[in-house]
Every structure is written in structure tokens, then in C-alpha cells.
T-cell receptor
Framework: AQSVTQPDIHITVSEGASLELRCNYS??????LFWYVQSPGQGLQLLLK??????LVQGIKGFEAEFKRSQSSFNLRKPSVHWSDAAEYFC??????????FGTGTSLTVIP | EAGVTQSPTHLIKTRGQQVTLRCSPI?????VYWYQQALGLGLQFLLW???????NRGNFPPRFSGRQFPNYSSELNVNALELEDSALYLC??????????????FGQGTRLTVV
């Protein structure tokens, strides 16, 4: 069965520090991969997506993610976190002709 | 271009009542997804509609139901409301893309409180 795992429920980082949020998916075929961000009480906004090609993708707000087929991972990174990055982050996968599957989310706290 | 719109934004219901939530997808989008996000929990998949048909449903009791209309808008109905149904209900839409390449666009959600 298809699934998406975000191992870290909650992460706290200092402002200016680097960030990496983990995402692993399970399935044999290469999926389409996404990262979304959710501010409190709001809907989800797309940060970036991977369909094919270069495995390092750039997104909005200075985020990037790298697809690693051998590890079935699509980790989200940012070199320097800003206080405004505090939010909930969701990884998602899409298989052709199928539905979107979302991870359980990682809550990011940024401390001064 | 208008985004995904959901109505109402907030509502309060009493246990045992019934509620209908509405979602209008982005123009040209044929798929609509419904998710429940209870406090402290992730996105729980409820329903997926595409071209007017229910394609899949999550692990929710039958009192959660919905439909998609010919204009691709959708309704989510919840009968016999329980306290634990209190949550943010999110709707997302997507279009059929070349080689299946598409993305989900989310509405702002409906905050349901059951008292």
C-alpha cells in the first residue's frame, strides 16, 4: 500500500540555523512528490514539487528538496530559517491515475 | 483566477445534528479531495471525487458522505455529529495533467465545532 512517512512530529530550530525535514515514501514506482506548508488555521500552500529530471528542486521562500530514489526520500531543506517559517509542513506523493497521499506533518518551531 | 473556495468558514453544531460543507474547485479542475484535520492530528483523507464519481474514501464511518456535481463543485455531509468530528475540513482540487502531472490546490477550510 502506498504511504508517506514524516518521522519527525515536531522540530525546533534557532533562527538562522539550517533545516531539514524528512519524508519517505513507500511504493515501487517513482511518484510525483510535493511539499506543502500550512500556517495556523489556514489551508495548505505548495512549496515545491518534483515530477522528473533534476533531483534537486527549488521552491518558494528559499526552500529546496532533493529526491533520492535509492532511499525513497524527498527531504526538505532550507539553509537559514526565518521566524516566519514556523508552520506545519506536509509531504505528499501522487501516483499517476491515483490520489494524493499526505504524511502526518512536521510542526516547526523557530526560536530567536 | 479564483482559488478553491469553501463555505462556510466556521460553524458550530450540536451533537446529533447534520452538517453540509461546500467546496468550489478551481475552474477547469475535475478532481476534489476532502480531508479532516483534527487538532494535533495530520490530514486524514476522507473522500476523492473525479468527474462526478467517488474514486476512493478513507477510513471513516458511513455517516460521512458527499457528492460531486456536474460543475465539479462538491459537498461533504456529516450526519449524527459527534464531538470528535470537531476539526478543520479541507477541500483540495486538481486537474488532469499531462502524464498525470498535477498538483493539489487547497481551500482555506471550514472550521467545524461540535458542542
Amino acid at each position: 500500500a502506498q504511504s508517506v512517512t514524516q518521522p519527525d512530529i515536531h522540530i525546533t530550530v534557532s533562527e538562522g540555523a539550517s533545516l531539514e525535514l524528512r519524508c519517505n515514501y513507500s511504493y515501487g514506482a517513482t511518484p510525483y512528490l510535493f511539499w506543502y506548508v500550512q500556517s495556523p488555521g489556514q489551508g495548505l500552500q505548495l512549496l515545491l514539487k518534483y515530477f522528473s529530471g533534476d533531483t534537486l528542486v527549488q521552491g518558494i521562500k528559499g526552500f529546496e528538496a532533493e529526491f533520492k530514489r535509492s532511499q525513497s526520500s524527498f527531504n526538505l531543506r532550507k539553509p537559514s530559517v526565518h521566524w516566519s517559517d514556523a508552520a506545519e509542513y506536509f509531504c505528499a506523493v501522487l501516483y499517476t491515475g491515483n490520489q494524493f497521499y499526505f504524511g502526518t506533518g512536521t510542526s516547526l518551531t523557530v526560536i530567536p | 483566477e479564483a482559488g478553491v473556495t469553501q463555505s462556510p468558514t466556521h460553524l458550530i453544531k450540536t451533537r446529533g445534528q447534520q452538517v453540509t460543507l461546500r467546496c468550489s474547485p478551481i475552474s477547469g479542475h475535475t478532481s476534489v479531495y476532502w480531508y479532516q484535520q483534527a487538532l494535533g492530528l495530520g490530514l486524514q483523507f476522507l473522500l476523492w471525487y473525479d468527474e462526478g464519481e467517488e474514486r476512493n474514501r478513507g477510513n471513516f464511518p458511513p455517516r460521512f458522505s458527499g457528492r460531486q456535481f456536474p460543475n465539479y463543485s462538491s459537498e461533504l455531509n456529516v450526519n449524527a455529529l459527534e464531538l470528535e468530528d470537531s476539526a478543520l475540513y479541507l477541500c483540495a482540487s486538481s486537474r488532469e495533467g499531462l502524464r498525470g502531472r498535477t498538483e493539489a490546490f487547497f481551500g482555506q477550510g471550514t472550521r467545524l465545532t461540535v458542542v
